[in-house]
Structure formats: C-alpha cells, structure tokens
C-alpha cells in the first residue's frame, strides 16, 4: 500500500519526469537516474549529469511484462520466459529494439536492455506515466553505486535532482544482464540473480560475454567501474595485507568474521552469517562508509565464488583497478 506521503512524492516526480526533468528513482537493486525515455532532452542530461561517456547505453524501465511489446521486437521465446519468471525483479533483458526507441539509449545499437523495476513505489510512478523511462545507476560514472537516498545525494552533489525516497535497495547490487545470440542465452553482467539460477530456469548453460566472443561489448564490462575514492585491495588474505600495509591507515571490509587484532570503527563486515545476499544488500554501503573516513587504503576479502559471491567479487574486482 502507498501511504498518502508517498502519493505526493510520486506525484512531484510525476510532473518532473513529464515536464523532461530528471528524478532519483528507487528500485531493489540500486537508485536510478530516471528520465522520460520518449525526451532526448532528458535523456541528454542523463549523461550529463552522470559524466557518462555517450557509448554506454541506458536500461529502459517499464510497467509491466506487456509493456515490453511497445519498446521491443522479435522478442524471443527464451526471453519471455525469463520476463514471466523474474519481473517485476532484478533481471535487465538486451532485445532488438523498435524503431522509435532513440538511438541516444541505445548508443547507437540495435539493442536495448529492458526491465521492471520491483518497487512499490516505482512501479506506481510507471503507472501513473505514459511512458517508460530510462535510468542508469543514480551515481557519477565509475562512482559507487547508491543504495540510499544519501548516496545519491553524495555521488552527484550539487547535480543531484529531485529524490524519490524508498528506502535502502533491498537487493543492492545491480540487475544480471542477459542477452540472446542465436539459440544461446549470453550474461553481459553478473547481478543480483544468480547465473546458476537462470541456468537452472533455462535448462542450458549460459555463455558469459567477453570482448572477443561477442561484439559488440556492454560498457558495463568496462574494466574500472564502481570504485570508491580511496584505493582498494581485494584478496583472499586479510592478515597478509594489513601486515603489508601496516603504516598506513587501512579499512577493512571482512565478508564474515571482525578482526579483532584491528580497530573495529574501521571494520565493516559484509554478513556475519556467511549470507550471500545479506553481504549484497550491504556491499555498497560498507563502501561508502569507508569511504567517507578519510583512509589511505581499503582492504575487502574476497566472497565465496559461487551464487552472488561471483557478482560481489565482479563489482570489487572492477573497484580494485587502479
Ligand atoms: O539494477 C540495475 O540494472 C540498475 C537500476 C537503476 O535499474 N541500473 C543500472 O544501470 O545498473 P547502469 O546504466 O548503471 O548499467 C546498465 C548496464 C550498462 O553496463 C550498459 O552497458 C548495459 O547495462 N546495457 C544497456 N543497454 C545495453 C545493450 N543494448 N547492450 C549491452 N549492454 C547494455
Ligand atoms: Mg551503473
């Protein structure tokens, strides 16, 4: 149920989003940057806003699994099965787009990628629009993404827009991202389902997408993304790396256990239980905190390779490049 005060919130951003303005959306996974997918003045100031450089193409949310029709074509089969699954949910679809989609969301592709958001609140922003809209990660390109309203209003400073508040990301990690190339399902991202999830749905492997398998690539396979300011480390040896680094102010991010040898106001602990996607839900926001104490460097250890470990040691692989 949507409260009276969250009426008049989505209301605000309703008339932003038609008057071609920009709005922070909250969705499960992180908040986007939303414009009106139909306004290339909008969708231009995106990019702006972002830094984003103009060949990374922008995810299209819509209201529901029907709406897919209006932006996509030729869809196939094996997609629709997945849309029937996972949406509204944290699965973002590369389809051939329509005609009338800009090529300004596409990046001059034939593709777009496509999903419906699940959240309460955003989902009752799409319905009360006619039109699907566009939204990147609501953070500065190769910025943290934000997972509060706080982050957003951090990351972009003073280009942050109009935030529509829903909370912390329950998922808080992005979408996984599928494409379809002839009979075969290909991952551009790792994310907040499982690619052994959606092999177990499909009955078939899937083929994970590199530079020289299939062109062409998903800037979100961009080497450094999601970095925070301040260098980080990403291993499986904790100890090792503070006994290496031990002049210097260091911040760790555990996956399970404290350390008790280290100051515990520079600890974050990802799950205590061992928990795949409590240590999701928690990643970017351990990452913000850290970075905002002012450390020489933030040591984080490695998750478990399997599940949404692979998507977690993805986002910090790519946070590690210097
Ligand atoms: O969970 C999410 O997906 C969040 C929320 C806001 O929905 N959005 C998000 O957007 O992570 P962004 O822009 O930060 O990442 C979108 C990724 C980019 O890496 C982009 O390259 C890829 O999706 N992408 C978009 N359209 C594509 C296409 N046609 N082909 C290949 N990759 C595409
Ligand atoms: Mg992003």
Redesign the pocket.
Known sequence: MISPEDSIQIQQAVDLLKEEQLVAIP?E????LAGNAFSEKAILSIFEVKNRPAV????V?IKNIEAVHEVAQNIPQEALLLAQKYWPG?L?L?LEKKDHISNSI?AG?T???V?V?NHEITLELLNRLNFPIV???ANRSNHISPTTPAHVRSSLGDRAPFVLEGGSCKNGI??T?V?FKDDQVVL??H?AIAKEELEDTLQKKLIEFTKDTIAPA???MFKKHYSPNTPLILTTDLQKELVAHRNQKVGVIPFQNLLSSHPKEWQRVLSTTGNLSEAAANLYRALHEMDSLNLDLIVVEKAPSIGLGVAINDRLERASVQ
């Open positions: 969705t996974t992180v908040y986007g990374n193409p922008l995810i949310h944290p973002t590369i596409s592709k593709t777009i990628g999903r958001p939204a990147p990660s992005e979408s991202i494409g551009y991202r994310g998903s800037p979100g």
